[in-house]
């Protein structure tokens, strides 16, 4: 492939550009488009997915702590002790392979999920058209565009019809852009541009043909992407995660390093106190957590698949299941989202077949995305376009609120305007009569907006539709609505679902408010919302909100429960002031403009039916627009949070209590009371279980209310658990020193034995906040839990347990060690009985 000038490529023939790309207007083959995605993905440093897959393997010995023991048992390896060192190095292999397999099913899974969303580009192949996934576009693809389509790639536009592009992302314009044009070397930078398609840009209306001349990194957008390259911002959960594993871990280390001190100053051997150190630091550090907490998300994400949510981000699950506001337009959520034409009439209300004639031909001739209204008005029966063709278009956009097309027949060019009734006042000084007569307009606009007014409190939303006669200069843009006649309305109505006011009622038994945030006009927005039975005594309009100040406005929006009249920009901004005001905020949008909102929510959700822009910015995709899909999505998301908290808190009672009581007690007996091997084969056999948490069921009782991160409730659990479990170690120590009279191997059996059981039992006893016996758990937890205790109870009298440095344990003690480890589980229960009494989760 040659290379092409440094010239803007905007101001390059097509036929050059065709030449320096090494393809034809035939597009490229399969062959080739192949071998560009990979030199492309090679030069991107795009990993291929089996290098992913060694990646992720070794990134579970990742932890500095596993280094520094596979340290140390190389040390012990070099100084002659074969065996300890292979079984320590084996237990650390087979705890990483367990991450691994867990994260790496997780991930493929996630992939799955995503691939049900993926937006597509018709390109040509082999001179076919055919539908590709985006991130499979290569510089030289000829590719089609179509309203509400994404631009893939910067690009030359070949062939155009009415096309318009918004590039908001690009240059802040808030109207679309038209595009077009022939190439002209002496035509002006700016008219050459018209022919330049640049990527994350998105179609609004038209059709067209382009090259792609840069993708990715190379493009625009990835350079300024580059420059401002920076990570997504955390979320709550995450941030609050992380701080968790890391306070675990610098209080691992300063108790592994004070322990290492104490031993060697005992006079005990320098290699076994590091590898005691070491092997306790491991069994205390979190570092199942990342596989634990993608296990879980993930499973929670195939879940909410089967509820027909898709989760592009695995974070925004916990956030789903947080939020307390959902904001949403009512169309297709609250209502059937089939707009049905009630009517067509002129001012003065009288049935009028001109306006619904022209109605039918300004949503006919229209190329932008398919709406509801348009799709309505192109289903009438009593009208054709026989006799008409299109000349020209001005897309609709959020500030004109307006949208026209020039038509001809028999040589008379007529411009047809529709839209939002007060906008297309705005740029009429006539009305027609039913008889013809055109009479100015100022006369009748009170008896004009009184009519709006009362159709919007039968339900009804009016558009308005004018019309003036441009014979001889059909070639127009929005500056040519001007001096218009007003002819009449056209009323449509969009039917609440039968089931809309009982999902309302659920989700308000969920902790989550509902917020509409409507385009309609006031009076409309208001009807539709009493049918459901949302509060309408309060209704912020757009104009208002323009009046309302940044510091205002988060009390305001909290008290509202309806805005209508509301421009696009004032969406990203209500939903700012509500998570400015403590909110978790979702925002459910499919259309071109609701992209900002979507990215400004906590929680950005799409539906599949959307465009293109609107499910990229989405971090969930519904593939029904239903709230009840939506509602048993968040179910989901709680019931996610609630299994990761499971975890975290055994990691803080459990499994940190009992490191914390081996420490002590190792600098009181004159003896390790766990060999290290011993202490990674506890940890190891201790999370198997753990492992099932994301497949466990939830009370019911705890997904009545948002779940947010609560690093205060971690630490009381941590101190009241934590201790608990350190207490009762000792008094086992005292029962195993004093009454069994245990010595050195005796004692390591044993209280191995005791503390597996006690790990298994206290995560039965506090993965509910019910008595443990009235809450089941999942099959898959319940019984690897039992394997676990019954695999630790034979595991003293199995071959191998000598090399383990086990021996066989009497009858008596065995059973002494079963009885201690379910009378702990039975104070546990009690203390999580008085505990959930007063620390809500």
Known sequence: MSTQTDDPFWQTAPDTLYHSLGVTPEGLSGEEAAMRLRNRRRREKTVPEWLGAVFLFFRQFQNPLVLLLAVAVALAAVLGDYANSLIVFGILLLTGMLGFWQEYKADRAVKKLREMVKVSVSVKRDGQWANIRQEEVVTGDCIRLFAGDMIP???????????????????????????GGEHNVSGDASQQKQRALFQGS???????????????????????????????????????????????????????????????????????????????????????LPAIMTTTLSSGALRMAEQKVVVKKLAAIQNLGAINVLCSDKTGTLTEGIVQLHATVDWTGKPSQKVRQFAYLNAFFESGFPNPVDLA??????????????????????????????????????????????????????????????????NKKTRILADFERYGRDGFRAMGIAYKDITGDPVIDRD?????????????????????????????????????????????????????????????TGGELRDISDEALPILASKVTLFAEVEPYQKERIIRSLRARGHIVGYLGDGINDAPALKAADVGISV??????????????????????????????????????????????????????????????????????????????????????????????????????????????????????????????????????????????????????????????????????????????????????????????????????????????????????????????????????????
């Open 377 to 442: 008005l192109r289903g009438l029966g009593d009208v054709t376009t026989e006799g008409f063709s299109k000349v020209d278009e001005v897309p609709y956009d959020f500030v004109r609120k307006r949208l026209s097309v020039v038509v001809e027949q028999a040589g008379k060019h007529l411009l047809l305007t529709k839209g939002a009734l007060q906008n297309v006042l705005d740029v009429c000084t006539l009305v027609e009569t039913p008889e013809g007569e055109n009479l100015p307009i100022e």
């Open 480 to 540: 040519d609505e001007t001096e218009m006649i007003f002819l009449g309305f056209i009323l449509l109505s969009d039917p609440p679902k039968k089931d809309a006011q009982a999902t309302i009622k659920s989700l308000e038994k969920l902790g989550v408010k509902l917020k509409i945030i409507s385009g309609d006009n006031v009076h409309a927005a208001r009807h539709a919302a009493g049918l459901i039975g949302l509060p309408t005594a309060r209704v912020l």
């Open 608 to 841: 599949d039916s959307g465009v293109d822009v609107a499910k990229e910015a989405a971090d969930i995709v519904l593939l029904d627009k239903n709230l009840e899909v939506l509602r048993r999505g968040i179910v989901e998301g709680r019931r996610t949070y609630m299994n990761t908290i499971k975890y975290i808190f055994i990691t803080t009672s459990a499994n940190f209590g009992n490191m914390f009581s081996l420490a002590g007690i190792s600098l009181i007996i004159p003896f390790f009371p766990l060999l290290p091997k011993q202490v990674l084969l506890l940890n190891f056999l201790s999370d198997i279980p753990a492992l099932f948490i994301a497949s466990d069921k939830v009370d019911e009782e705890m997904l009545l209310k948002p779940k947010k991160w609560n690093i205060g409730l971690i630490r009381k659990f941590m101190f009241v658990f934590g201790a608990q479990s350190s207490i009762f170690d000792y008094l086992t120590f005292a029962a195993l020193l004093l009454v069994f009279k245990v010595h050195e191997s005796a004692f390591q059996t044993a209280w191995f034995v005791e503390s597996v059981i006690t790990e298994v039992l206290i995560l039965m006893v506090i993965r509910t906040t019910r008595p443990a016996w009235r809450s089941r758990p999942s099959p898959w937890l319940l019984w690897t839990g039992l394997a676990v205790i019954a695999f630790t109870l034979l595991l003293p009298y199995l071959p191998f347990s000598e090399l383990l440095g086990f021996q066989t344990l009497p009858a008596g003690l065995l059973a002494g060690m079963a009885g201690i480890a379910f009378a702990y589980a039975l104070l546990s229960e009690y203390t999580k009985s008085v505990f959930f009494k007063y620390v809500k989760i």
């Open 202 to 288: 998105n179609v609004v209306s038209g059709t067209g043909q382009a090259l792609v001349i840069k993708t990715g990194g190379d493009t625009e957008l990835g350079k300024i992407a580059r420059e401002l390259q920076h990570a997504a911002p955390r979320t709550a959960f995450e941030r609050g995660i992380s701080d968790f594993g890391y306070l675990l871990i610098r209080l691992t280390i300063i108790m592994a390093v004070g322990i290492l001190i104490f031993n060697i100053l005992l006079g005990r051997p320098a290699v076994e106190s590091i590898f005691f150190a070491l092997a306790l630091a491991v069994g205390m550090a979190p570092e199942l």
């Open 153 to 179: 790639g910067d690009c030359l536009l070949l062939e155009s019809k009415d096309l318009h592009v918004n590039e908001a992302a690009l240059s802040g314009e808030s109207f679309p852009v038209e595009k």
